[in-house]
T-cell receptor
Framework: DARVTQTPRHKVTEMGQEVTMRCQPI?????VFWYRQTMMQGLELLAY????????DSGMPKDRFSAEMPDATLATLKIQPSEPRDSAVYFC?????????????FGPGTRLTVT | GQQLNQSPQSMFIQEGEDVSMNCTSS?????WLWYKQDPGEGPVLLIA?????ELTSNGRLTAQFGITRKDSFLNISASIPSDVGIYFC????????????FGTGTRLTIIP
C-alpha cells in the first residue's frame, strides 16, 4: 500500500527556531508538492517539484522558507526563523506527473505550532 | 488567479440521505478531482475525472465532469456516519502544469 509519509506529525517550537519537515513521496512518483492548510486560507500551494527540479515556489515566503529535494525519496521544507503566523498544517503530496495524470496523493501532514 | 467556488460550505443531513455538492469555475479545467479529508489527516483522492461529460462512480460516490468544463458535481448516496468530513474539489488547467486549484471545501455533518 504505497503512501506519502511525512515527519514529524506534530511540531511545537518557539519563535525564531528553525523547523525542518520531511516528506517521502510514493516510489515512482516524479512530482512533489508542498501545501499549507489553515482555517482562514484553506489549502495553499507553497512549492512544486518535477524530477527533483523546483518548478514553482511563488507561493512560498522566500525570506524564511526553503524547499529542496536532495534525492528522489526525500523532500524537505525548512522555515528559518519560524514565526507564530507559520502555525498551520503542512502537507506534502506526490504524483506521477502530466505524462500519466494529474492525480496528487497527500501525506498525513505535519501540524506546526510556533509559540 | 483561478478560483473554484464550492457549495454548499456545510451540510447537515441525517444518515441514509443522499448528498449533492458542486464546484464551479469562471475558467475551463482539463481535470477535476474530488478529495475527502478526515480530521487530523491529509486529503484522500476519491474520484478523478478527465473528460467533459464523464460520469464516474466509486461505491456510493458519483462525480461528473460538467459539459462546459467549468463545473463538477459529487453525489453521495445513502450516507453513513463515516462519510463525515470535508470534501474538496480540485481542478487542473493549462498544458505542462501539474498544479491544482482547490475549492474551499464542503463540510458534511451527519445528524444522529
Amino acid at each position: 500500500d504505497a503512501r506519502v509519509t511525512q515527519t514529524p506529525r506534530h511540531k511545537v517550537t518557539e519563535m525564531g527556531q528553525e523547523v525542518t519537515m520531511r516528506c517521502q513521496p510514493i516510489l515512482g512518483h516524479n512530482t512533489v508538492f508542498w501545501y499549507r492548510q489553515t482555517m482562514m486560507q484553506g489549502l495553499e500551494l507553497l512549492a512544486y517539484f518535477r524530477n527533483r527540479a523546483p518548478l514553482d515556489d511563488s507561493g512560498m515566503p522566500k525570506d524564511r522558507f526553503s524547499a529542496e529535494m536532495p534525492d528522489a525519496t526525500l523532500a524537505t521544507l525548512k522555515i528559518q526563523p519560524s514565526e507564530p503566523r507559520d502555525s498551520a498544517v503542512y502537507f506534502c503530496a506526490s504524483g506521477r506527473g502530466q505524462a500519466v495524470n494529474y492525480e496528487q496523493y497527500f501525506g498525513p501532514g505535519t501540524r506546526l505550532t510556533v509559540t | 488567479g483561478q478560483q473554484l467556488n464550492q457549495s454548499p460550505q456545510s451540510m447537515f443531513i441525517q444518515e441514509g440521505e443522499d448528498v449533492s455538492m458542486n464546484c464551479t469555475s469562471s475558467s475551463i479545467f482539463n481535470t477535476w478531482l474530488w478529495y475527502k479529508q478526515d480530521p487530523g489527516e491529509g486529503p484522500v483522492l476519491l474520484i478523478a475525472l478527465y473528460k467533459a461529460g464523464e460520469l464516474t462512480s466509486n461505491g456510493r460516490l458519483t462525480a461528473q465532469f460538467g459539459i462546459t468544463r467549468k463545473d463538477s458535481f459529487l453525489n453521495i448516496s445513502a450516507s453513513i456516519p463515516s462519510d463525515v468530513g470535508i470534501y474538496f474539489c480540485a481542478g487542473q488547467s493549462g498544458f505542462g502544469n501539474e498544479k491544482l486549484t482547490f475549492g474551499t471545501g464542503t463540510r458534511l455533518t451527519i445528524i444522529p
